[in-house]
């Protein structure tokens, strides 16, 4: 069965340095996603991505992250100057539609960041 | 979209149905019903969604009521493996709509 996959699943950085998180969607999914979920609490959207282009973000995803398909099949999320407070699950989801029939978003597992 | 209602927890024994429920009374004709489950920290899994017809599939059933305001999720015989936070999410038909997750229902399957 097709599944969302990223890498790594556990990363530690210090506090001002950037990080890039991983992910390759399933292969014939357009659509992609980011949220996150830090520890005890909901997860939380933070950026869609289609067609090259970022559709729709969150308050969180502020000008300290960023999104990137670099090739046909990773997508990534970009930190610039990580802070304590973005320690947390991150979260790859892609789908073949937005709305409508077959809209469904499949996740990965997840990368747990942990920032010192 | 419209919010949802769930109870925060529930205990189920192994074997049987698990009946989750869910209030969504301010549902918009054109909103979608998305459940998804998440077992301890793990990606949030896609159960099943539905419009306004009883779906089925080969994880769960989705049950609408026909004026749409409530909905549950039947496992229909319930594992240990199917621990987990359930989510019910009401979502956009059309356009981009992202997944907007609540609390959800804690439910504990025992042996």
């Known amino acids: 069965e097709p599944e969302v996959t990223q890498t790594p699943s556990h990363q530690v950085t210090q506090m001002g340095q950037e990080v890039i998180l991983r992910c390759v969607p399933i292969s014939n999914h357009l659509y992609f996603y980011w949220y996150r979920q830090i520890l005890g609490q909901k997860v939380e959207f933070l950026v869609s991505f289609y067609n090259n282009e970022i559709s729709e973000k969150s308050e969180i995803f502020d000008d300290q992250f960023s999104v990137e398909r670099p090739d046909g099949s990773n997508f990534t999320l970009k930190i610039r100057s990580t802070k304590l407070e973005d320690s947390a699950m991150y979260f790859c989801?892609?789908?073949?539609?937005?709305?409508?029939?077959?809209?469904?978003?499949?996740f990965g597992q997840g990368t747990r960041l942990t920032v010192v | 979209d419209a919010k949802t209602t769930q109870p925060p927890s529930m205990d189920c024994a192994e074997g049987r149905a698990a009946n989750l429920p869910c209030n969504h009374s301010?549902?918009?004709?054109?909103?979608?019903v998305y459940w998804y489950r998440q077992i301890h920290s793990q990606g949030p899994q896609y159960i099943i969604h539905g419009l306004k017809n009883n779906e089925t599939n080969e994880m769960a059933s989705l049950i609408i009521t026909e004026d749409r305001k409530s909905s549950t999720l039947i496992l229909p015989h319930a594992t240990l493996r199917d621990t987990a936070v359930y989510y019910c999410?009401?979502?956009?038909?059309?356009?981009?709509?992202?997944?907007?997750f609540g609390k959800g229902t804690m439910l504990l399957v025992s042996p």
């Open positions: 301010t549902i918009s004709g054109n909103e979608y």
């Open positions: 989801a892609s789908s073949e539609k937005s709305g409508g029939a077959r809209a469904e978003a499949f």
């Open positions: 999410i009401v979502r956009v038909a059309t356009g981009y709509s992202t997944l907007t």
